[in-house]
C-alpha cells in the first residue's frame, strides 16, 4: 500500500492506473478507522480493481464551535487497517494541500442541507461538497463509497453528483454497529463508561421505531411520539432532533412510506451522536445488554 500526500502524487497514480484500464473505487475518510469504514474498503476492493482511501480532517466542514481541533487522529493505526483490507493508495494531506491561503471556491447544496443535521450545522454540507468534489476532480474512480450512518449526507452526495453531473457510481454501505447496537463511530471515543452505556438509547430508538414501521403505522407523528418516548427514558440522552424525512430529498414528511429516513442526531454528555433507519429496512439486530435503556 502507497501513502501520498499531494494532489500531483495523487494524479499520476490515477493515470498509471487508468493507462492499464484498471477501474477506481474511492473511499473517503476523516481518519481513526473502525469496521465501519472498513466495510467501505471491502466492498471497494470487491468491486474496483483499486481502492484509494482518503484520511482528511476536513476543516471546512466544522463549525466554529465543533470538534475540529480535537478529532481523533491516528494515521498509523488507520494505515494498519486500510492495509489489511487491501487498499492500494491512502491520500494524505495536509489542509495547506487542499486549501491553498485565498481559496475562495464551494459547493454549496440547497434544500437537502437545510433539514436534519444541517439546522445546527449550516456550513457543514458545504463543506463535505467542496472536498468530496475535489477528490472526485482528482481521483476521477468509477465508483465511490459512502456510509448509509451519514444518511444524509448519502443522499446530498448522490443529489450533488447527478445535479452536476460528475461521472461516478455512488455507493452506500449499511450501518455497521457495537455488539450493543450503537452505531460505530470515531467520536465513539469521546464518551465515558457511563455515558457510553447511555448512548444505545439510539439503536434501542431506532429498533422501536422500525417495529413501529414494521406493523403498519404510518403516521410520522404517531412513530416519532413513541421514538421520542424512548429517547425520553435515557436521562443523559438530549435530543437534537427525530425526523421522518422523504429519502430522497430530506424534506418533512407527515405520512411515510418504504424508502423514507428516520434520522435523529442525540447529545450524551458533549457528545453528538447520530443513528438512523429506512423504512422497509430489515430490522437491526443487537445483543441485549444491562442497561437502563434497555
Ligand atoms: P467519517 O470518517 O466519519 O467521515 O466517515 C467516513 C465514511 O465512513 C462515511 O461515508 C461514513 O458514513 C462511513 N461510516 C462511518 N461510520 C460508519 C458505520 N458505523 N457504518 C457504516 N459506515 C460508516
Known amino acids: 500500500m502507497n501513502t501520498v500526500n499531494t494532489i500531483n502524487e495523487l494524479r499520476e497514480q490515477v493515470r498509471a492506473w487508468k493507462a492499464e484500464g484498471l477501474t477506481i473505487g474511492l473511499c473517503p475518510t476523516m481518519g481513526y478507522l473502525h469496521e465501519g469504514h472498513a466495510s467501505l474498503m471491502d466492498a471497494s476492493v470487491k468491486s474496483c480493481d483499486r481502492t484509494v482511501a482518503s484520511v482528511f480532517v476536513n476543516p471546512i466542514q466544522f463549525g466554529p464551535n465543533e470538534d475540529l481541533a480535537t478529532y481523533p487522529r ?42 436534519l443535521c444541517g439546522k445546527t450545522r449550516p456550513i457543514h454540507f458545504r463543506g463535505v461538497c467542496t472536498v468530496i468534489t475535489k477528490l472526485l476532480n482528482t481521483v476521477t474512480p468509477d465508483k465511490i463509497f459512502f456510509g448509509q450512518k451519514d444518511a444524509q449526507q448519502l443522499a446530498i452526495i448522490r ?18 454497529r457495537e455488539a450493543d447496537g450503537l452505531a460505530k463511530s470515531s467520536r465513539n471515543t469521546y464518551l465515558n463508561p457511563d455515558e457510553r452505556r447511555a448512548a444505545r438509547i439510539l439503536s434501542r430508538a431506532v429498533r422501536l421505531g422500525q417495529s413501529i414501521a414494521d406493523e403498519g403505522e404510518r403516521s ?33 414528511v407527515d405520512t411515510f412510506r418504504e424508502g423514507d429516513l428516520v434520522a435523529m442526531a442525540v447529545r450524551i454528555g458533549g457528545t453528538r451522536l447520530i443513528d438512523n433507519f429506512t423504512v422497509g429496512q430489515p430490522p437491526i439486530e443487537f445483543q441485549e445488554g444491562q442497561s437502563n435503556a434497555d
Do not use: W
Open 220 to 252: 410520522s407523528e404517531t412513530l416519532l411520539a413513541a421514538m421520542r418516548e424512548k429517547l425520553a427514558s435515557e436521562p443523559m440522552a438530549d435530543v437534537e432532533y427525530v425526523e421522518v424525512v422523504n429519502g430522497e430529498n430530506m424534506q418533512p
Open 159 to 176: 443529489r450533488m453528483v447527478r445535479d452536476l453531473n460528475f461521472n461516478v457510481e455512488v455507493i452506500g454501505c449499511p450501518i455497521v
Open 74 to 115: 491516528d494515521f498509523e493505526s488507520d494505515c494498519k487497517l486500510l492495509e489489511a483490507h487491501g487498499v492500494d493508495l491512502v491520500f494524505h494531506p495536509e489542509p495547506a494541500e487542499m486549501y491553498a491561503d485565498d481559496f475562495c471556491t464551494f459547493v454549496d447544496i440547497d434544500v437537502l442541507s437545510k433539514t
